[in-house]
């Protein structure tokens, strides 16, 4: 059974949600239930032209419809007057509610997976949420301490060291350790969720040129080599620090299994350039299992119904595949 949060309502993610379960293959390997709003969904199936059951649950234990959107209306918010594509604070609360609810849900055992669509982090505000994204509301609501975002796609998976902050903040917060952590957590996720015995990490350098010998900036020398050795010595294959403009492209080409970025977009532009609509986000290091899609809220085609269910589809196919994993990750 999996977890599947609306995100923010005013977004693409209620009419995602309503695409991609209207089609037969996630049912085909789980049960999903939606942690939103039954009003928002059902106009998100009006929009598309989409005649799927809603059933409005209190909890699971009513037991599910497998014919049909089963739904836990799970925030106290009003969204009667609900519209899309515009920030709103009480769609900024929801999307806290709906997160909230699949995190307990998760812990309790009630659910096997979450899988969220997008939210707004002006939202987050709006909401008096002191948190950047997902990612670390994930970790600090489930007590993990050593955690990583990883998006994978058929070709190419990366795991970013610094997360949701500007450019100045990830150079000031990169460090070796920051480093060999996300890469044990890189290779933890290989071996165990993605069944890869053996796992080649490369190790992007942050610099032009890698740094060119120090020419460039010496963040690799001082930084990025001394993590790559720690990682060796405990007998992980891992190169780098890798020229930036080269790596990517020898990861898709299937001389590395992933690439560990040192900042956000060095890893997510290459990445979502190349897979499109097929990757999907996986938060490693919690004690639950989280995918999610690898896009925003796109208040831009949201409530036109373009907004492609690839990656939402995606995220619950490999959320149900984790989910009989043999081993769960934790902090390395």
Same mark, same amino acid.
């Given at each position: 059974?999996?977890?599947?949060?609306?995100?923010?309502?005013?977004?693409?993610?209620?009419?995602?949600?309503?695409?991609?379960?209207?089609?037969?293959? %996630?049912?085909?390997?789980?049960?999903?239930?939606?942690?939103?709003?039954?009003?928002?969904?059902?106009?998100?199936?009006?929009?598309?032209?989409?005649?799927?059951?809603?059933?409005?649950?209190?909890?699971?234990?009513?037991?599910?419809?497998?014919?049909?959107?089963?739904?836990?209306?799970?925030?106290?918010?009003?969204?009667?007057?609900?519209?899309?594509?515009?920030?709103?604070?009480?769609?900024?609360?929801?999307?806290?509610?709906?997160?909230?609810?699949?995190?307990?849900?998760?812990?309790?055992?009630?659910?096997?997976?979450?899988?969220?669509? %997008?939210?707004?982090?002006?939202?987050?505000?709006?909401?008096?949420?002191?948190?950047?994204?997902?990612?670390?509301?994930?970790? *600090?609501?489930?007590?993990?301490?050593?955690?990583?975002?990883?998006?994978?796609?058929?070709?190419?998976?990366?795991?970013?060291?610094?997360?949701?902050?500007?450019?100045?903040?990830?150079?000031?917060?990169?460090?070796?350790?920051?480093?060999?952590?996300?890469?044990?957590?890189?290779?933890?996720?290989?071996?165990?969720?993605?069944?890869?015995?053996?796992?080649?990490?490369?190790?992007?350098?942050?610099? %032009?040129?890698?740094?060119?010998?120090?020419?460039?900036?010496?963040?690799?020398?001082?930084?990025?080599?001394?993590?790559?050795?720690?990682?060796?010595?405990?007998?992980?294959?891992?190169?780098?620090?890798?020229?930036?403009?080269?790596?990517?492209?020898?990861?898709?080409?299937?001389?590395?299994?992933?690439?560990?970025?040192?900042?956000?977009?060095?890893?997510?532009?290459?990445?979502?350039?190349?897979?499109?609509?097929?990757?999907?986000?996986?938060?490693?290091?919690?004690?639950?299992?989280?995918?999610?899609?690898?896009?925003?809220?796109?208040?831009?085609? *949201?409530?036109?119904?373009?907004?492609?269910?690839?990656?939402?589809?995606?995220?619950?196919?490999?959320? *149900?595949?984790?989910?009989?994993?043999?081993?769960?990750?934790?902090?390395?």
């Amino acid at each position: 059974m999996i977890a599947v949060t609306m995100g923010d309502p005013a977004g693409v993610g209620p009419e995602v949600i309503f695409k991609a379960l209207a089609r037969p293959e %996630p049912w085909e390997v789980c049960t999903p239930v939606v942690l939103g709003d039954p009003l928002v969904l059902e106009r998100a199936g009006k929009l598309l032209g989409k005649k799927l059951p809603i059933r409005t649950l209190d909890s699971t234990a009513e037991g599910l419809d497998s014919q049909g959107l089963n739904v836990i209306r799970a925030t106290p918010e009003d969204l009667a007057d609900h519209q899309w594509g515009k920030l709103d604070a009480k769609c900024g609360r929801a999307q806290v509610d709906f997160l909230r609810k699949a995190v307990d849900m998760a812990l309790a055992g009630e659910v096997q997976a979450v899988v969220t669509a %997008p939210i707004h982090k002006v939202g987050l505000k709006m909401a008096g949420v002191d948190f950047p994204g997902h990612t670390e509301m994930l970790a *600090a609501w489930t007590g993990a301490q050593s955690f990583a975002m990883m998006l994978a796609g058929k070709r190419l998976r990366v795991v970013p060291v610094t997360l949701h902050c500007s450019l100045k903040q990830a150079l000031e917060r990169l460090s070796t350790a920051g480093i060999r952590e996300a890469a044990l957590l890189a290779y933890r996720a290989l071996k165990d969720w993605f069944a890869v015995p053996s796992p080649r990490l490369a190790v992007a350098g942050l610099n %032009p040129h890698a740094g060119d010998q120090g020419l460039f900036g010496d963040e690799e020398e001082r930084i990025i080599a001394p993590a790559v050795r720690l990682l060796r010595q405990e007998g992980i294959q891992a190169d780098g620090p890798m020229v930036p403009d080269a790596v990517f492209r020898m990861a898709a080409d299937g001389l590395f299994d992933v690439v560990v970025a040192m900042y956000h977009d060095q890893g997510l532009i290459p990445l979502k350039l190349l897979e499109r609509d097929q990757a999907v986000n996986v938060t490693l290091g919690l004690p639950i299992i989280r995918t999610s899609v690898d896009h925003g809220t796109a208040y831009d085609i *949201a409530g036109t119904g373009k907004a492609s269910e690839g990656s939402l589809l995606e995220a619950l196919m490999l959320a *149900a595949r984790l989910a009989q994993a043999p081993k769960a990750l934790g902090a390395p």
